[in-house]
């Protein structure tokens, strides 16, 4: 019963934190629809995000760039709870423990999504502030990068156990 509530209350907190992330966004990207965050968090090389970094600076943006950075880590919070809350309440649900066990796997894998997603917002703050060398950037893109594939993976996974589920026991 506790997880339930958690979850929801997770869940609540996830849409509201994404709902201000992408209002933020959306205000970054006016002009050049590239040139929101996540573009910015997947620019791997100087050019693009100096460009991006540029933008934003030329139309005082700057400043909700960094917001939206550091407000990102309430995300972080919410979403990796959810996910986790999630993929735990499934996995009690099954009589097999192997399968349990991949669900607590998986939940490992979406902490280490979140951890990632961190390192990936101190390393393009770093670069914001005009830290020196590119390797922020290249930080970043890899956490990112490997961030995006693990929710991708462990919310096919939660996908593929829920249409299961319904259909056998496991």
């Known amino acids: 019963m506790i997880k339930t509530r ?3 209350f ?5 849409l509201l934190s994404f709902a201000v992330l992408r209002s ?7 002009g050049k629809s590239e040139y929101g965050i996540v573009g910015f968090e997947l620019s791997h090389d100087s050019d693009t995000a100096n460009a991006i970094v540029g933008y934003w600076t030329e139309n005082d943006k700057l400043g909700q760039a960094f ?15 959810f996910l986790a809350l999630w993929t735990s309440l499934m996995a009690g649900k099954f009589y097999s423990a192997i399968w349990r066990n991949i669900a607590y796997a998986i939940i490992l894998l979406f902490i280490l999504a979140g951890l ?17 060398g590119g390797y922020w950037l290249i930080i970043a893109f ?3 990068s490997i961030k995006f594939g693990l929710i991708g993976l462990g919310a096919l996974y939660n996908l593929g156990v829920l249409i299961g589920q319904k259909t056998i026991r496991v």
């Open 6 to 8: 958690l979850l929801y």
């Open 10 to 14: 997770s869940l609540v907190g996830m």
């Open 24 to 30: 933020i966004d959306g205000e970054l990207q006016k």
């Open 67 to 81: 917001f939206s950075l550091g407000f990102d880590y309430l995300f972080i919070l919410f979403y990796v709870a």
């Open 116 to 132: 990632l997603d961190a390192v990936e917002n101190y390393s393009l703050m770093k670069f914001l502030n005009n830290a020196d």
């Open 142 to 144: 890899y956490c990112a």
